[in-house]
């Protein structure tokens, strides 16, 4: 039998390029023909084969295919710098208006770092494309790729119609690369954010995604530069690095040290966020689940908002809300009394109206006295004082009312029980336990007059 590699090229090229327009031929009709995934996986046969089909399946098809075909999309994708590159494709496979604007940014990049290496410069570009295809949405950057719409297209051109750079594409390319120094000289030109289709991700989040501290590192050292009221543009919510949404979406996600970077920088060189912003930031900085955001929570707590004592209450909703037993605490742990308050305000009375466990447990962890009692806010507790307790009987809360009366919470008597099942249970068996009495069941408990509840002694 002869071997496979004895057979001229040529052959490969035959077959190959039969398979793959078959595939693509069929894959239009039927579902059940060859399909190109299945030719995809014949590169497994020998090594020219494999380079035959990435050859027909990345060079050699028109627009249309790399459009239509999810799957080979997704190919070239996870092989940009490669499909970009190859010089050997058939003419028009691929939008060239795109084609040039990423041409020029990489040229301007070698051309900036004085890149003479071959090996470096290679390096580079593949660079610029992995990061490309990380930063542009998927939609965006395949469209681009095999536009058919005309010149006039936004995701294709940049926003300046002109063959020089503008000063966005510089921007992103310093960025995508991680050439800080460029990026620093060309921050001296950014005076706002123009709107681009195709980098929709503002530089904060390009950065983010690309993991790299330095260049937010160097945003930031420019933005020190510059004028306060020109700072406070460039950071605003619409402006080209809008720190406050970054600092919002880096705390719920990022588990590193960014985000404190901001905060520090939004401290010390920006004005007092307002409450609204506050807030927003402790939502984000809350975490049931982690403990990893608790230093980005201790970042956040640093910070004075504007009229802070306001902010307090609804910080410590918001952190009870949806915190940790270590969210509360670190919290609270900027308190000076941590059982001041009023039925309101005060952390045990906030965290047993959210309901939660957690919350409860950061606040006894964190001190707080499980009988505190203060002036009645409710219509439905009618008493002088309430304690904790009350409000979780009152709101049939069974799993906060155990966790009050396991740290030692005073259970009132049975006549001041509510008659709901949760709650009742909870303090039916805590009493049992407490005192070996067999008190009324909830049934005949309902039945009781008040004058027979008070009877009952234990
Ligand atoms: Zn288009």
Not at 249 to 257: E, N, P, Q, V, Y
Not at 351 to 357: D, F, K, L, T
């Amino acid at each position: 039998m002869t071997n496979l590699l004895d057979f001229p090229i040529e052959v490969f090229q035959m077959i190959v390029c039969e398979l793959v327009s078959s595939a693509i031929d069929e894959s239009a009709h039927s579902i059940y023909s060859f399909q190109i995934e299945d030719v995809w996986l014949l590169r497994n046969v020998c090594p020219t084969f494999a380079a035959e089909i990435e050859r027909s399946v990345f060079f050699q098809q028109p627009k249309a295919i790399y459009l239509n075909s999810h799957f080979i999309q997704r190919l070239v994708l996870e092989r940009l710098p490669q499909y970009v590159m190859q010089v050997k494709r058939i003419p028009g496979n691929v939008n060239e208006g795109f084609r040039a604007r990423l041409q020029r940014m990489t040229s301007y990049i070698l051309q900036e770092l004085d890149i003479k290496d071959e090996k470096q410069r290679a390096d580079a570009i593949e660079k610029f494309y992995v990061s490309l295809r990380r930063i542009v949405i998927e939609s965006r950057l395949t469209h681009a790729l095999w536009c058919d719409c005309g010149p006039s297209c936004s995701y294709v051109t940049e926003s300046q119609s002109n063959t020089e750079l503008s000063v966005q594409d510089r921007l992103y390319t310093s960025l995508m690369v991680g050439a800080h120094d460029v990026l620093a000289g060309i921050l001296q030109e950014v005076s706002g954010a123009q709107h681009d289709r195709l980098f929709s991700i503002l530089p904060f989040g390009v950065a983010r995604i690309l993991g790299d501290t330095k260049s937010i590192d160097v945003i930031l050292r420019h933005l020190e530069t510059r004028p306060s009221l020109e700072r406070t543009t460039l950071t605003s919510d619409s402006g080209i690095f809008p720190i406050r949404k970054t600092i919002s979406t880096l705390l719920a996600r990022d588990s590193g040290t960014i985000a404190q970077a901001l905060l520090e920088f939004h401290k010390k060189k920006l004005p007092s966020p307002s409450g609204h912003v506050y807030a927003s930031w402790i939502y984000s900085a809350v975490h049931e689940r982690t403990t990893n955001h608790l230093h980005n929570l201790r970042a956040v707590l640093n910070i004075h908002p504007k009229g802070s004592t306001q902010v307090w209450g609804e910080t410590m909703i918001t952190i009870c809300a949806g915190g940790s037993s270590e969210d509360v605490q670190e919290a609270l742990k900027r308190v000076e009394d941590v059982d001041k308050g009023t039925a309101l305000d005060a952390p045990i009375f906030i965290a047993v109206r959210s309901g939660r466990v957690a919350a409860v447990q950061g606040c006894i962890q964190a001190g707080a006295s499980v009988d505190l009692a203060v002036c009645s806010d409710s219509p439905t507790l009618h008493k002088d004082t309430i304690t904790p307790l009350d409000v979780a009987m009152d709101r049939n809360d069974g799993h906060v009312a155990d966790v009050l009366i396991k740290a030692g919470a005073k259970i009132p008597h049975i006549s001041q029980w509510p008659g709901t099942r949760r709650v009742y249970k909870v303090l039916r068996k805590a009493v049992s336990e407490r005192t070996n009495v067999k008190l009324p069941a909830l049934r005949d408990f309902q039945h009781m007059s008040l004058a027979e509840r008070r009877d009952i002694q234990y």
